[in-house]
């Protein structure tokens, strides 16, 4: 990793914006998860995001300017299955609000968006999992939504591109919560 920054900071300049948005699922109850899928979700999740971060940080700091955006999960407050998954989207979080502190005194911001449901691959996944169609699982979910819809892609889109851009630079060490509501 410091070396594709290395590379990337030689040929385009120092890195702007750090994304962290790498993301797998081992879902699984407690008593049926294996170290391997603890293992596998906290390494891709909290892991990669600690190393992409320090990878950059430092050309951050000497351009005197940086955005940070990590991919949480509402799945952070816990969700039943996802022990593993809670427990890196939880780190991420807490990462988030301590590179913040910091980081903000060389101008770098430190955020993370938390999604809710939004439908994807590997929401459509889960659909199958729970013996569902995803127009069925889809329709369930955003009946439990405050707006009564399922997210977008995009709707995860638009926040981080608020995070990275001049328009956040007094906002740093939050986690947006892009669920469609508090109960989402």
């Known amino acids: 990793m410091a070396a594709a920054v290395r590379r990337v900071t030689a040929e385009l300049g120092p890195p702007a914006v750090l994304v962290n948005n790498a993301g797998v699922t081992r879902d699984n109850a407690l008593f049926r998860m294996t170290d391997d899928d603890w293992d596998t979700v906290v390494a891709v999740h909290l892991r990669g995001a600690f190393l ?17 955006v990590s991919l949480s999960s509402t799945s952070a407050l816990g969700n039943r299955g996802q022990a593993n ?7 991420v979080q807490g990462f988030t609000r301590t590179v913040a502190l910091e980081l ?70 939050q986690t947006l919560y892009v669920a469609g509501g508090p109960a989402g």
């Open 104 to 173: 903000g005194r060389f101008g770098v911001t430190v955020n993370a968006v938390a999604p809710g449901f939004v439908a994807t691959a590997m929401t459509a996944a889960a659909a199958e999992r729970a013996g569902l169609t995803v127009e069925e699982f889809e329709a369930e979910i955003a009946a439990r939504t405050a707006v009564r819809r399922i997210g977008r892609p995009e709707d995860v889109a638009d926040a981080v591109a608020y995070l990275a851009g001049d328009g956040a630079g007094y906002v740093s060490g």
């Open 52 to 68: 992409m971060t320090r990878a950059c940080q430092a050309a951050m700091v000497d351009a005197g300017f940086g955005r940070i």
């Open 85 to 91: 998954y809670a427990a890196a989207k939880a780190g």
